[in-house]
């Protein structure tokens, strides 16, 4: 985020599996504070967990999907 605005870079490669999610998130809730939203749907792993909790630290607004009814449930259980 800058200036409010979503600005798309180059992504950082690590060695490690993207972050993209839980990046975007965190900067999110950093710009907006408790006008922040996040939803988290089906997925493997657990990217956006850390961004989903900041969100929810600066009073934003925060949905999972149900793990029941997720087609990979480990994201939503992880956020």
Known sequence: MADGHLRVTRA?????PPVA????????ADAHGARAMSIILSGTGSDGTVG?????????I??????DDAEYPEMPESA
């Open 21 to 28: 999610i839980g990046r975007f998130f965190r900067s999110l």
């Open 12 to 16: 950082e490669r690590q060695g490690r």
């Open 52 to 60: 989903i909790g900041r969100i929810k630290e600066c009073g934003g």
């Open 62 to 67: 925060t949905l999972a999907q149900t793990p």
